[in-house]
């Protein structure tokens, strides 16, 4: 047929609704797809769902095909059908008129091995897990009552709103939301840094830091989550000082942020339930606490009442308790009055011991026998001292008698030789002494000459100084002087004020107070 529009050359062509084209699309499927035997990775499991079925889909690295399993058939499966499940599914293909999409309703199931995403989630989880980022010790308890709830979720989901609702509805605090994308290629690096972000605010600063996090997103394919189960959200939530409460997809949607985290919510409402309380039960919790206060305090009053009525009871009357100390209180008195008089004969015998013991020991009787032992002392010295000086006195006659004349003369002698010797040897000691230091004066005499300028002036060189006598070491310094003295090996030559003059001696020429004699000067041009 030649090809025009339809619009411009009538067709034979039969008409079809659109539920018989439906339908005849439907038959030819199941027609031509009786029965297949399908390989595929399961994403996006939801069930059993109310009505007993369920929903997925079967995909592999460039198709995806939906999946349902009805209520009779899920009920016996042998194996029950998980998220990234990698199966091989037998059924029969059909499809569903009401989306104008194909699908296969799946009857049997057989475990094929984990998918690619299964198998890479799982090796991460090993590694993360060898590290010990899940270890039970590492987790916190959350704070019974946060001042302020730090979230990190998207700001236009229903979580979020689902989030303040309930903190709302249970103990009404303050919330700070971080808004990142859930979803997508920088959604894992939005939340890493979100969260590190909250635990880098500092306490009392203008924003306030959190007292807890709440990590939430909705449910959804393991595709869609797969943003909490990369490494840097794991260990930015593991380095978090902050206790944080993870809360990503429904209570069968398990991500590897849940292993790490200090608490996992099964849901985002459930998340704001784990960080407060609910202020009625507080409110009633405090009520009934004090009302049980109250009534046993006065429970155990009236015990104790009742206790001390039943010992008053008990106890005997006053005139019963006071008769037995009444009786030895006059057995006492009794026995007092002899037990003084025996007790003050006693002391009176004491005392006269004292006074005769006394009378023995007085300072008068001491002091005659200390005086009578210091006559004797004094006695004794005295003879001591005759004879010492009696004994000395002999010594020295002796000592007189040996000092001749002769003795001293050759004693002078002696003395007199002794000391020409030792005049001698200083005399020789001092010139030696003197030679040393002359020679190491020479010495000093040389060095000095040959480390003096007087060398250098020698060689050819000047010294070049101004009117006061100070060197001259650059042309600007020469310049700023009145005149310049030019000082050689033989001799000084002052040039300046427009005439020159030599001089043997500068200081000469100054004293006699002559003018120099003028020559031309070395500066006129």
Request: proline share 6%.
């Amino acid at each position: 047929m030649p090809d025009t529009p339809p619009d411009s050359q009538p067709s034979n062509a039969p008409e079809w609704s659109v539920s018989e084209l439906s339908g005849a699309l439907k038959r030819t499927v199941e027609d031509a797809f009786g029965y297949v035997r399908v390989r595929g990775e399961i994403s996006g499991y939801r069930g059993p769902v109310a009505s007993g079925h369920a929903y997925f889909a079967l995909k592999d690295e460039g198709a995806k095909i939906d999946a349902v399993i009805w209520k009779g058939n899920l009920a016996r499966l042998r194996q029950r059908p998980e998220e990234g499940m990698e199966v091989i599914a037998h059924g029969r293909l059909t499809t569903f008129p009401g989306k104008s999409s194909y699908q296969i309703i799946i009857d049997r199931l057989e475990p094929a091995g984990l998918g690619a995403l299964m198998a890479l989630l799982e090796e991460r989880r090993r590694k993360l897990a060898a590290e010990g980022l899940f270890d039970e010790g590492r987790k916190r308890a959350l704070p019974f009552l946060p001042r302020v709830i730090g979230v990190v979720t998207s700001p236009t989901g229903a979580v979020i709103r689902d989030i303040l609702h309930r903190i709302t509805d249970r103990f009404p605090r303050r919330v700070i939301v971080w808004p990142v994308r859930v979803q997508g290629e920088t959604s894992a690096a939005e939340i890493a840094n979100a969260i590190a972000g909250f635990d880098a605010l500092p306490a009392g600063g203008p924003i306030p830091r959190p007292d807890v996090l709440i990590v939430a997103r909705g449910g959804g394919s393991l595709e869609d989550l797969w943003s909490f189960n990369e490494e840097i959200v794991v260990r930015a939530a593991a380095a978090c000082s902050i206790p944080l409460i993870s809360a990503v997809g429904h209570e069968t949607d398990w991500t590897l942020i849940d292993h790490v985290a200090d608490r996992r919510a099964p849901t985002p409402t459930g998340a704001a339930e784990m960080a407060v309380p609910v202020r009625a039960d507080l409110f009633a919790n405090l009520h009934d606490l004090g009302a049980r206060l109250t009534g046993h305090a006065l429970r155990m009053i009236e015990r104790r009442r009742q206790d001390l009525r039943n010992l008053g009871r008990a106890l005997p009357s006053g005139e019963a308790l006071l008769a037995t100390p009444r009786q030895k209180l006059d057995l006492a008195a009794g026995r007092l009055v002899h037990a003084l008089t025996l007790n003050t004969r006693r002391h009176h015998q004491r005392y006269d011991a004292l006074t005769r013991r006394l009378l023995t020991q007085s300072p008068a009787n001491r002091l005659d026998r200390s005086r009578d032992r210091f006559h004797a002392v004094a006695e004794r010295l005295e003879a001591s001292a005759r004879i010492a000086l009696s004994r000395k006195r002999e010594a020295f006659t002796g000592r007189a008698a040996q000092l001749t004349p002769l003795l001293l003369s050759r004693r002078s002698e002696a003395g007199r030789e002794r000391l020409q010797t030792l005049a001698g040897r200083l005399l020789q000691a001092a010139a030696a002494r003197t030679s040393a230091q002359r020679e190491r004066l020479g010495r000093f005499a040389v060095l000095l000459e040959a480390y003096s300028y007087q060398g250098v002036l020698q060689r050819g060189f000047a010294l070049v100084r101004d009117e006061e006598g100070r060197p001259i070491r650059n042309v600007a310094s020469a310049q700023a002087a009145s005149s310049l003295d030019l000082q050689f090996a033989d001799g000084h030559f002052i040039v300046g004020n427009g005439a020159t003059s030599p001089t043997s001696n500068p200081a000469k020429a100054k004293a006699k107070g002559g003018p120099a004699r003028t020559q031309p000067s070395l500066f006129d041009d």
